[in-house]
């Protein structure tokens, strides 16, 4: 495992403590590690954590107290120090040296008070009998359920099949590189840079000026499949290049990825040229008028977006009919999020009922859709640390600004709010606070404002994506 990592100028604790911020709990990340496993973690627990405070050389342990959770961080006060906050420090949970109550003695290591208050009492053990009689604590098993949770089944040199960045109507294949905290770090196999070109540092950094043909994905995203998932449902691959004959000793099972969901047969299904509300997946802030343009096989779609197509169909983007992100016509206005009209459509305000008609098309019925809502947690303001699908290599301080049932807004602390995206509260690409931390993965902290002199209206860089009309 990699050692933690904080950023240098960016701490989780004091940003939340300062500014009163709630985080969102680890349980509303059901993919993230841990989350099973934090119903027992809640504010006021108990825990067994390194004195920091102790002049001796050796490590020794004192017990703490959780005043706030934020995420897998917790703001910590040793066991003494009564009303004084002077001493509180935030703490990663999910690090070595946290354990449940009694681990010491388990363990035969000594508890030791902290040096600064050692007068205050001149009975410490009396005192620790006193105070953690009917407390709580961690689950006996913390530690071990970390390490499980932390082991990945995916491999470096793993292959797989990944939508292909640079068209995304269309997946590659590609070998993982690296896997952090359940992200896999993809290389494009048969990428023109060649297979030696310099890797990033397996943390989102990057070396060098050199574009390398890599891309970051959770394990979990439906974004990757197994190697012939493409030719399976009729999905565009990328030709591998070359004769060069392919080792598929190293294919990622099939059973490494999650099933899509079977949906229930019915008379009705999705048909090609059906009208629907979909996520723009090259700007995922927004909602747009799309089209099914292909029915392929296991209920997968080819969607498009109205008035952005490329001729030849490379910006379709393909999605399971059971997808949280596509929505049936008139979800928008009904929900009052505002829906992106198809340019190049100039009649306003966009009426759907007259753009059918139009366009002499249906609307994709709405019993196909999706419709679970799962009791994710999220609330309004939580704070997360959530990847920009843009860059995906980028985590970044995050805040949930809307909810829209199972669908989140999602702002970027410090960035301009076109850059927000539309995501699935059980979205893979959503972590806890610490995550980064916990993970040993960069994390990007909020934008500072830019300074007067290189940026004189203080507007910051446009973001990628399509380009506006
Ligand atoms: N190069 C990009 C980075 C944007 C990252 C935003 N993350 C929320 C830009 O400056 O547009």
């Given at each position: 495992?990699?050692?933690?990592k904080?950023?240098?100028g960016?701490?989780?604790?004091r940003y ?11 349980s509303?990340f ?9 119903a ?12 920091r405070?102790c ?5 020794f342990?004192?017990i703490?107290?959780v005043?706030?959770?934020a ?9 003494g ?37 050692m ?10 009998i006193?105070?953690l ?5 961690l ?15 995916f ?6 099949e990944?939508?292909?960045?640079a ?9 993982v590189?690296?896997?952090v905290g359940g ?6 196999e048969?990428?023109?840079v ?10 989102g ?6 574009e390398?043909e890599?891309?970051?994905?959770h ?15 009729g999905?565009k ?13 190293m ?9 899509v969901k079977?949906i ?5 299904q999705f048909?090609e040229?059906?009208?629907?509300e979909?996520?723009d997946p ?7 008028v ?20 490329a ?6 983007f393909?999605?399971?009919?059971s ?5 049936p ?9 505002e829906?992106?009209p198809p ?12 753009y059918l008609?139009?366009?002499?098309s249906?609307?994709?019925?709405v019993?196909l ?6 009791k994710?947690g ?8 959530a990847v ?6 980028l985590?970044?301080v ?6 829209v049932?199972?669908l989140?807004?999602?702002h ?9 995206q539309?995501v699935d509260c059980?979205?893979?690409d ?9 993970a ?6 909020p934008?500072?404002?830019v300074?007067?002199i ?16």
């Amino acid at each position: 495992r990699k050692a933690a990592k904080t950023v240098e100028g960016f701490d989780w604790g004091r940003y939340i403590w300062k500014n009163n911020f709630s985080a969102a709990p680890v349980s509303c990340f059901k993919h993230a590690p841990m989350a099973d496993h934090w119903a027992d973690v809640i504010d006021g627990i108990k825990i067994e954590v390194v004195n920091r405070d102790c002049p001796l050389p050796d490590k020794f342990f004192w017990i703490a107290w959780v005043v706030k959770l934020a995420g897998y961080k917790a703001l910590l006060r040793y066991e003494g120090y009564e009303g004084d906050s002077s001493k509180d420090y935030w703490c990663n949970l999910c690090t070595p040296d946290v354990h449940p109550i009694g681990w010491c003695a388990t363990s035969n290591k000594a508890l030791v008070p902290p040096q600064t208050i050692m007068h205050h009492c001149s009975n410490w053990k009396t005192f620790l009998i006193k105070k953690l009689t009917g407390s709580k604590t961690l689950p006996a098993d913390f530690q071990m359920k970390m390490q499980e949770s932390l082991t990945f089944p995916f491999k470096s040199g793993m292959r797989l099949e990944v939508v292909d960045k640079a068209q995304i109507s269309r997946v590659r294949v590609a070998m993982v590189d690296c896997v952090v905290g359940g992200r896999l770090h993809l290389r494009y196999e048969d990428s023109d840079v060649g297979p030696f070109a310099p890797l990033g540092l397996g943390d989102g950094t990057f070396g060098g000026e050199v574009e390398v043909e890599d891309f970051w994905c959770h394990m979990q995203s439906p974004l990757v499949h197994p190697v012939g998932w493409a030719q399976s449902v009729g999905h565009k691959i990328k030709p591998s290049g070359g004769a060069k004959k392919h080792n598929h000793d190293m294919d990622a099972g099939h059973y490494l990825f999650p099933m899509v969901k079977e949906i229930s047969k019915s008379d009705e299904q999705f048909k090609e040229g059906m009208k629907l509300e979909a996520i723009d997946p090259l700007n995922l802030s927004t909602i747009c008028v799309a089209t099914v343009r292909k029915v392929l096989k296991d209920n997968f779609l080819m969607i498009g977006i109205d008035g952005m197509e490329a001729a030849d169909g490379a910006d379709w983007f393909s999605y399971n009919a059971s997808s949280p992100s596509i929505f049936p016509v008139g979800y928008c206005e009904l929900n009052e999020i505002e829906l992106t009209p198809p340019r190049g459509y100039s009649k306003r305000p966009f009426n759907w009922f007259e753009y059918l008609r139009d366009t002499n098309s249906v609307a994709a019925p709405v019993g196909l859709f999706n419709k679970e809502l799962p009791k994710h947690g999220f609330l309004v303001a939580h704070k997360l640390e959530a990847v920009d699908l843009m860059e995906p290599r980028l985590v970044c301080v995050a805040t949930v600004v809307r909810i829209v049932h199972r669908l989140l807004r999602v702002h970027f602390d410090g960035w301009e709010d076109d850059y927000d995206q539309w995501v699935d509260c059980e979205s893979v690409d959503l972590f806890p606070v610490g995550w980064c931390e916990m993970a040993g993965f960069q994390l990007q902290p909020p934008t500072s404002p830019v300074p007067a002199i290189t940026n004189p209206i203080g507007v910051k860089q446009k973001k990628k994506g399509r380009s506006q009309a």
